[in-house]
């Protein structure tokens, strides 16, 4: 009698045991591991020599048939990498020790259908048993193209290529599967040549699918290529996927919202008989990139079948929409941002497993819309918290202004044993840089340090800038100088640096060795930069000179920032006659408001009586009659022909409210803010009345009252 070795899907003794014995621990090759009393035990390793047993021929393939039944059944619990091991048996020439039984198609796709993503050893098994079996022949499509779905879903094109170039016969699903490999792996290009080649294949190539078409648009998508898009779209129309296709024709909506073309987007999209939530999403969020918020929530309050809630209603994706509409409306931000938070809390999805990323665009959303009280009312219940949630709040509260808050949720973020990643750095360093905190901002280095983020570009750009605004340049230096790679933005920050804290020759020293390594060219930010240090530091020779240097050696179009720091640059140091030459030559009307308002500080710092001072007074009032600095200038301009009562009244005729400064100053480790005639401070009785004191000390002493009755009587004499 014939036998068999089977190798794979049998019931095997351990190697140690004697052949016949039966009591004793049993395994299952690649599926189960089971003992003498039956209990099932998760497999922890696979024996790489098996003992043989011999049975006949029709016995084995029963117990073969039964164990692959056991294997499709067991995947779940025993995990498709021990489900692959020993696929082939050996055998003789007379013994059938020299052929295999090879596993059936349904055990393959089993094993594929059930491995997970990352896993590639299922895949590779199944490969090389493909390789020896006769699924490749002409004719069986099914278990190679499941292979090369695997592939394609673990990111292994190589391996995809490579199988898809051993198949004798390729289906429209083989040249799909290829595609969205090329497609995970970041080649949309690549997949649009797979496309090509599908196309031009002659009479013999399949024809594309929906499925087909629905990966190419995406690629489109992500190129921008919208001339193939139309293309596919054409191709769509003829085959009748448009309107037929649900899959296609979102694919079409966001191929065109994709590439901006929101007319031929929202043309797609009105054709399609039944949206769905997707349809809804893909033009939502094509006119929310293209920065027309009105018109989708216009779309949005069009629409009874979205707003409904039996119908097809909201989900996570369709309120992060909104909420990204919510940020870039001017007007009425506030009621959206709680209509969409009040839908999230009626429909419970707050409280899903996707809950806190739709917490966290509330969050951001709430922030950028000014409504920072919300947001951290929002905060403090939050029940989860991710760095994304920390980082948001943290940039909310800098933008917003709120400095010190910012810096104690670091703190707090701190405590809470979260690692910042290089957003929550910025956010940190920018609110440091805000509230000038020394203390703090050495603190904020310091996460940047043990965090391994300090050397990337751009937190040691923002370090530089922190540090400039806090007054210590050194600290600057040494960050600019320990940077192992310096792009435009970082000799910028640097020289900007140095002008506002008075190095004026330290900046143009540093242009000329920004010139001499030549790596970077310098931009109009850094001649503007070293424009406006020349200006703060009175050098108006070499201002002049790097003006001119701008336009012949760097070849930069000098803007209006530019040309309105020459003439503040001329105005500081007396030229006004100068400064209104530029102006009046070089500038048009419209878009010299601040070069005039410089021009009239001056005028006023220097006393000037003259028709310059009185012509930029009128200027400045003409061209910007809402700003209250022109106003308040006018009134110590000597020779303006304005006084001081006439500008109050004309600022309460048009409307024009005066905004009062706001300083801080540091005492020990608190820092104080506070404005003008500020009553809200809790020591303010004690501040006024040191104040009126230091008042009282700077005045000059008062002199003597002359004797006016001795001067009358002496008047009153009469002369002998």
């Known amino acids: 009698m014939k036998t068999g070795c089977f190798q794979t899907l049998l019931l095997l003794p351990r190697a140690s045991a004697p052949r016949r014995q039966v009591s004793g621990d049993w395994r299952l090759m690649g599926a189960m591991e089971m003992r003498s009393d039956g209990a099932q035990q998760r497999p922890s390793a696979m024996l790489l020599r098996p003992p043989v047993l011999r049975f006949s021929l029709p016995v084995g393939m029963a117990i073969g048939t039964a164990a692959a039944a056991a294997v499709r059944r067991n995947l779940g619990a025993a995990g498709p990498d021990l489900a692959v ?52 022949r002409p004719g069986g499509c099914t278990v190679p193209n499941s292979l090369l779905a695997s592939y394609a879903t673990s990111g292994d094109s190589l391996a995809a290529a490579k199988l898809f170039d051993e198949m004798p016969l390729r289906d429209v699903a083989s040249w799909t599967s290829m595609m969205r490999a090329h497609l995970a792996e970041g080649s949309p290009s690549q997949a649009l040549r797979m496309l090509r080649g599908m196309l031009g294949g002659g009479s013999g190539a399949p024809e594309p699918d929906g499925v087909v078409l629905v990966v190419a648009l995406r690629a489109c998508a992500e190129l921008e ?6 293309s596919l779209h054409a191709v769509a129309e003829r085959r009748g996927l448009q309107g037929g296709d649900i899959f296609v024709a979102n694919s079409l909506v966001d191929m065109y919202a994709r590439c901006l073309d929101l007319r031929s987007a929202r043309k797609v999209f009105d054709m399609i008989p039944c949206r769905n939530v997707v349809s809804w999403n893909t033009m939502l969020s094509g006119l929310s990139r293209a920065g027309r918020a009105a018109d989708a929530l216009d779309l949005l309050a069009s629409s009874s079948s979205l707003l409904k809630e ?25 009621m959206w941002c709680r209509s969409v938070h009040a839908v999230a809390i009626r429909r419970g999805l707050l409280l899903s497993s996707t809950g806190l990323p739709l917490l966290n665009a509330l969050l951001d959303a709430y922030a950028k819309c000014g409504l920072l009280e919300h947001a951290l009312r929002l905060f403090r219940g939050m029940p989860e918290r991710n760095i994304v949630t920390w980082s948001t709040i943290i940039a909310g509260c800098a933008h917003n202004g709120r400095p010190g808050e910012a810096v104690a949720c670091a703190v707090a973020m701190r405590e809470a044993g979260e690692t910042p990643n290089s957003v929550t750095i910025l956010s940190i360093l920018e609110a440091c840089a805000d509230c000038a905190e020394m203390a703090a901002s050495r603190c904020a280095h310091g996460v940047a340090l043990r965090s391994g983020l300090a050397l990337e570009r751009e937190v040691s750009n923002a370090l530089v800038d922190m540090y400039g605004k806090c007054g210590d340049v050194a600290a600057a230096t040494k960050v600019f100088n320990a940077m192992p790679r310096r792009d435009v933005l970082t000799w910028n920050s640097m020289i900007g640096v140095l002008g506002m804290n008075g190095r004026a020759r330290d900046a143009l020293a540093l242009l000329d060795r920004m010139e001499q390594e030549g790596d970077i060219t310098p931009n109009g930010v850094t001649m503007l930069a070293v424009l406006s240090a020349c200006a703060h530091g009175g050098l108006v020779e070499e201002g002049v000179a790097c003006s001119e240097r701008m336009t ?154 002359p004797n006016h009755h001795h001067i009358t009587l002496l008047s009153c004499t009469p002369a002998s």
Request: proline share 7%; with cysteine; aromatic share 4%.
């Open 552 to 705: 012949v050696t760097h070849l930069v179009e000098p803007q209006v920032e530019h040309l309105s720091c020459v003439v503040d640059m001329l105005a500081r140091a007396g030229d006004l006659e100068g400064s209104a030459r530029v102006i009046e030559e070089r500038m048009s009307t419209s878009s010299s408001p601040a070069a005039w308002s410089a021009l009239l500080s001056a005028c006023r710092g220097h006393g000037s009586d003259s028709t310059v001072s009185r012509d930029a007074a009128c200027r400045v009032l003409e061209l910007e009659p809402g700003n209250a600095a022109g106003y308040l200038m006018s009134m110590g301009v000597p020779g303006a022909g304005e006084t001081a009562a006439r500008m109050r009244w004309l600022m309460r005729e048009r409307g024009v409210g005066v905004t009062g400064g706001h300083s801080m100053v540091q005492v020990g480790q608190n820092t104080h803010s506070f404005m003008s005639w500020d009553g809200c401070h809790t020591d303010r009785a004690q501040v006024y009345s040191m104040l009126h004191l230091l008042h009282q000390q700077m005045l000059p002493p008062t002199p003597p009252h």
């Open 310 to 334: 039996g119908d097809i209603g909201f989900d996570e994706t369709t309120l992060a929409v909104l909420l990204q509409l919510c940020k870039r409306l001017e007007g009425g931000q506030a």
């Open 85 to 136: 091991a020993h696929l082939c048996c050996s055998s003789t020439p007379t013994t059938y020790t020299a052929a295999h039984l090879p596993p059936t198609p349904a055990t393959l796709l089993a094993l594929l259908r059930r491995a997970p993503a990352p896993a590639p050893h299922p895949s590779t098994a199944v490969h090389a048993c493909l390789l020896k079996s006769a699924y490749f």
């Open 225 to 230: 290529d919208l001339p193939l898009g139309a």
